[in-house]
């Protein structure tokens, strides 16, 4: 396993140079683009990683991931998805293109305009705090904290991201403050993990909320159900179709070059990349985990007779 995570690191670093680092919140242009890691997890727990696996991250999108559980388990799924739909879109993750012309409510929680709807529907005395909570517990990790510089870059530029809370509102979509919402979903944006905290995250996904390690049930199986397809559908924006045909694995990315993965065969993968394609995913990334599931037969609707090539 070493040696093919080293092999799809050197094929993954192929593409970095066609790609370029989010610039769009400022503080994003300052990582690294030569960066480029993944770790992955089995179910017994063995757990094998390369290159810059280490250095950590805001997981941006990611956070959509966390915020969907949050909002299921905190206001069940007739509120959620009387918000917010389970379509992918066409458009870009930070489109407003739906919204000006009523398709309502959005289309579904992995783009922006859907999670900070599902972000709404969180009940909680204090959104952040449980998801951080929830953060923690899922990746097995209590040092995970706010990266607080890329959260004020953030809410400092995020114009897009109030357009969006703002139309919201105007069509009863939205409740409650739009500046609050966006608060919260700034915050949990700029949550900072590494690639073994969402591996550890992915595990359990991957085996249906059962963390095989403590053998602890962390997540009911209905929630998990739900993440993994909408991760199949739209966890990388308009390209998750393409996406789901070349490596077929439920994945969510996010600006900040993070994707979590998680397989049908219960593994938990997680990569870094910072440098992004024009979609907004990493590009070593998806290309790592393209070669990972043509090499480890990892395709969701794999044959069963397949012979890795
Ligand atoms: N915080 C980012 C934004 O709202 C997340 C987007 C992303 O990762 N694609 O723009």
């Given at each position: 396993m070493d040696s093919i995570l080293q092999d799809a690191l050197i094929y993954g670093k192929?593409?970095?140079?066609?790609g370029k680092v989010a610039n769009y919140i400022p503080e994003l242009a300052k990582a690294d683009p030569s960066h480029l890691g993944i770790c992955l997890m089995l179910p017994d727990g063995s757990t094998y990683q390369a290159g810059d696996f280490q250095v950590p991250f805001t997981m941006q999108s990611i956070a959509k991931t966390f915020s969907l559980i949050l909002a299921l388990k905190t206001a069940g799924y007739e509120t959620v998805f009387s918000k917010v739909g389970m379509e992918p879109t066409g458009d870009c993750f930070d489109s407003i293109v739906q919204l000006e012309t009523k398709q309502?409510?959005?289309?579904?929680?992995?783009?922006n305009a859907g999670a900070i709807v599902t972000v709404s529907c969180i009940k909680a005395q204090d959104p952040f705090e449980e998801f951080l909570a929830l953060v923690r517990q899922l990746c097995f990790n209590n040092t995970i904290a706010l990266n607080e510089s890329v959260y004020l870059s953030e809410k400092r530029t995020g114009m897009r991201n109030r357009s969006i809370a703002y139309l919201l509102q105007s069509d009863q979509i939205?409740?409650?403050?739009p500046e609050q919402v966006l608060d919260q979903y700034f915050h949990m944006c700029s949550v900072e993990v590494t690639t073994v905290d969402l591996a550890r995250y992915a595990l359990i996904l991957a085996n249906d909320g059962l963390d095989?390690?403590?053998?602890?049930?962390?997540?009911e199986e209905w929630i998990v159900r739900i993440v993994k397809t909408l991760m199949l559908t739209c966890g990388m924006y308009d390209e998750s179709g393409e996406f789901a045909v070349k490596a077929g694995i439920p994945s969510k990315s996010g600006v900040g070059g993070g994707i979590v993965a998680t397989t049908e065969q219960g593994m938990g993968i997680a990569t870094y990349g910072p440098v992004l394609n024009q979609k907004g995913n990493s590009i070593g990334g998806t290309h790592m985990l393209e070669y990972l599931s043509s090499k480890l037969n990892?395709?969701?609707?794999?044959?069963?007779t397949y012979t890795a090539v």
């Open positions: 192929k593409y970095l140079p066609s309502l409510p959005p289309f579904n929680p992995m783009i939205l409740e409650g403050e095989p390690i403590t053998g602890t049930q962390m997540l990892l395709h969701s609707f794999a044959s069963k």
